[in-house]
């Protein structure tokens, strides 16, 4: 069995680290993303969502993450290409952008099911204050 290699580890950090910092200062829809999703974060705290309804949503918005990362990377290398490879990588594209659409859709949904009724009770209470 290979010993643990530490160094090789933190230096893959500090890579992912740099994407993080590059995604958040270049790429505006990523970093509506992550404002949406530190909204959400708040409201799951302040709404006492319970533990498995917080998982759900955190697991959701990882993924709008994930995939709008994985968009920009097909992005990229498409404007490396275009348009004197192929005429579809503007297909590609607009098939990305569809991705993240879809997903951030589906997530809204899944968002408004898990936070709606905690907002509904919240609402109830300070009604009755």
């Not at 069995?1 to 160094?7: L, S």
């Not at 958040?24 to 993303?33: D, G, Q, T, V």
């Not at 990305?96 to 709606?116: D, E, N, P, Q, R």
Request: net charge neutral; no cysteine; proline share 4%.
């Amino acid at each position: 069995m290979t010993p643990i290699r530490w160094n090789k580890f933190f230096g893959s950090l500090r890579h992912a680290g740099r994407g993080l910092q590059q995604a958040l200062s270049a790429e505006n829809n990523f970093r509506i993303h992550v404002a949406v999703a530190l909204v959400v974060t708040l409201f799951l705290f302040l709404l006492n969502v319970p533990r498995v309804e917080s998982a759900i949503l955190l697991l959701v918005m990882a993924s709008i993450l994930i995939l709008e990362l994985v968009n920009t990377v097909v992005e990229r290398f498409a404007d490396l290409l275009e348009p004197r490879i192929h005429p579809y990588v503007g297909i590609l594209k607009d098939f990305m952008a569809a991705a993240v659409l879809i997903a951030s859709l589906a997530a809204i949904g899944v968002g408004f099911l898990i936070l709606w009724p905690h907002i509904v009770e919240w609402w109830t209470l300070v009604g009755q204050l």
